[in-house]
């Protein structure tokens, strides 16, 4: 069995190692560092953190302020509290003043389960992509979450980081470099590609196994930088496979496979299907239940780049029919 | 630039004139703004700036700095007048606000005006933003100082109140809040609009010290901002009762004026008012 990682416990880990190195690092929690994990920091630096309470709003207005007086604050809770509760306090004090404002969210997505749809972020990546200056980034493992943290720690600007409630199976060895606006080909294939991000990965990787048992090798890319995008790689991917499946933890609507469709309708038509939530609210359950629910399993992947397949024969069909 | 009391209660009557009748210019020129609340603080902005905070125009980056933010961003006219007087921004610039790719925005954005630690204008949450100026400052073993400047319907916004508990909490005392209780928001009195009262004894229950003082008399907006350094343990706010639009009759007190700007009728009377001869 694949080993598996807290993505969240991996940022209290590197968050603590960070702080020894980076004296200027400061974080805020709204009363949920012991979800979150910056609790591992707050008990090793307890000068240097701050617990707001239920505030999500004022956390961010205090990480702005911080910012201004020269510190790298992090501010982590929930990541619908964080983008939804305090969307605009981020939209004016952090992205339009464009202040260095790191915001790592856990409980992103459904996976979240059991607390419900209150609880399941769905719009965060939305939230967060629509604001100008601002990187959204979220990870397919602990490794990379290590390796984003180490990269935004250096980046002077504002970021949103998105981590998960559940543990991810461990995809990158050490070896493994993190780069903002860099897409990753986690498995090489010509038949169609898989975008996904953040856990999606893990289940892009078992649906590329299920294809190909049936012979089909499709591309894989992790996209966990989802803005800045990799324009390069998924015009590249959309030349050479011929369609594109994009598979995420979150509303079909304005996350990772809007993103993806927005280049490819510009840049290079090709069938794209969106794997996601399909613009309805979360509800109670494991998180396997939910998967299988809302379909982001292996094999709703599968049947997807199955269409797109299908798709991609129409349209190459009728551009041969134009062409006569 | 930081005078001394004496000299200050003998120039900052003088230097405020100056400042509204930059700022009735500057508006009267741009056709749009906010000039009630941009009147009504000008004599606390003034003597802030003049006399209170530790600062250098010419190095608008300086660490050793003291910090202002002004929550009630609607007030950029006043900011850009006085910023321009201490010599951050040059005075030609002022007749470009609001006009395209200027440096003055409608609200204080840092990104295009120096001197500007963070951009405002959405109301509430100016004072977290302090709060997290003063905290970093604390930090960093500054004895540097943060000013913040509210609106009287700005403590209508929730988040105003979160920061109110988290100044406290943490036991601010380098910040010092200024409320500037005009008495008028947009739709009309504050009162009327959502009462705020009884305002000192919120400000006292969560934990703040209080001073009230009149906003347009010079020794006691001096007074109060000495009487905020001596404050140990707690973060000190000065509630200050102003006149919208004070210094011109046609403005005072006056809803229409809050969002509004002068016309050439309007200005010329004030400027008669305000003493200015030329247009």
């Known amino acids: 069995m694949t080993e598996k990682k807290s993505i969240r416990g991996q940022y209290g880990e590197t968050l603590a190692l960070l702080g020894e190195k980076y004296k200027d690092i400061v974080v805020l929690d709204a009363d949920l560092s012991g979800s979150t994990k910056t609790k591992v920091f707050a008990k090793k630096f307890p000068d240097r953190f701050f617990n707001i309470g239920v505030s999500e709003q004022d956390m961010i207005g205090t990480a702005a302020g911080f910012a201004v007086a020269g510190k790298i604050p992090f501010a982590s809770t929930f990541a619908i509290f964080a983008t939804g509760r305090a969307w605009e306090p981020i939209r004016q004090s952090v992205a339009y003043s464009k202040v260095n404002v790191k915001i790592v969210a856990s409980h992103g997505g459904i996976t979240v389960g059991e607390d419900g749809g209150s609880h399941q972020s769905i719009e965060d990546i939305a939230l967060m992509r629509v604001l100008p200056n601002m990187t959204v980034i979220v990870p397919a493992d602990a490794t990379e979450m290590r390796k984003v943290l180490e990269t935004v720690v250096d980046y002077n600007g504002p970021v949103y980081v998105r981590s998960s409630r559940i543990d991810f199976p461990v995809l990158y060895d050490n070896t493994y470099t993190f780069t903002i606006g860099k897409g990753d080909v986690i498995r090489e294939g010509t038949d169609a590609t898989i975008v996904a991000c953040g856990f999606m990965v893990s289940q892009a990787l078992a649906a590329g196994d299920l294809l190909g048992k049936r012979g089909i090798r499709p591309r894989i890319i992790n996209m966990s930088s989802i803005k800045p995008i990799d324009t390069a790689i998924l015009v590249k991917a959309a030349q050479e496979t011929g369609g594109i499946v994009t598979a995420e933890e979150h509303s079909i609507i304005g996350g990772l496979g809007s993103a993806v469709a927005e280049v490819v309708s510009e840049e290079c038509h090709v069938p794209v299907k969106r794997i996601g939530v399909q613009d309805c609210f979360g509800i109670s359950g494991k998180p396997n239940e939910l998967l299988e629910y809302f379909g982001l399993t292996p094999e709703d992947i599968e049947r997807a780049v199955l269409e797109v397949l299908e798709k991609r024969k129409y349209s190459i069909q009728e551009k041969d029919f134009g062409r006569r | ?279």
């Open chain 2, 1 to 279: 630039m930081q005078w001394s009391r004496e000299e200050a209660l003998k120039r900052l009557p003088e230097e405020a004139r100056q400042i509204r009748i930059e700022i009735l210019k500057m508006l009267h020129q741009s056709g749009s703004g906010h000039t009630g609340g941009s009147l009504s603080a000008t004599d606390l902005v003034t003597a802030l700036f003049f006399t209170e905070l530790r600062h250098k125009p010419e190095d608008s980056n300086w660490e050793g700095r003291d910090r202002f933010v002004l929550s009630k961003g609607h007030a950029a006219p006043l900011y850009y007048a006085v910023l321009s007087r201490l010599g951050y921004i040059k005075a030609e610039e002022l007749c470009r606000l609001r006009k395209m790719c200027c440096m003055l925005q409608g609200h204080p954005d840092s990104k295009s005006t120096p001197g500007v630690e963070i951009s405002t204008g959405s109301l509430g949450q100016g004072l977290s933003i302090a709060n997290g100026i003063a905290l970093g400052l604390r930090l960093n073993k500054s004895d540097a100082r943060t000013y913040v400047l509210l609106g009287d319907g700005e403590v209508q916004e929730g988040m105003v109140w979160e920061a109110a508990m988290t100044s406290a909490h943490y036991k601010i005392d380098n910040l010092c809040a200024i409320l500037d209780r005009n008495g008028l928001q947009i739709d009309g009195a504050v009162e009327e609009i959502m009462s705020i009262e009884p305002l000192a004894d919120k400000w006292k229950a969560f934990g703040w010290h209080v001073i009230n003082i009149d906003g347009h008399r010079f020794e006691e907006i001096l007074d109060a901002f000495e009487a905020a350094k001596e404050v140990n343990g707690k973060p000190t706010i000065i509630i200050a009762k102003t006149v919208k639009g004070k210094g011109v009759s046609i403005f005072e007190n006056k809803v229409k004026y809050h969002g509004a700007a002068p016309n050439d009728e309007e200005l010329e009377q004030a400027l008669k008012e305000l003493g200015h001869k030329k247009l």
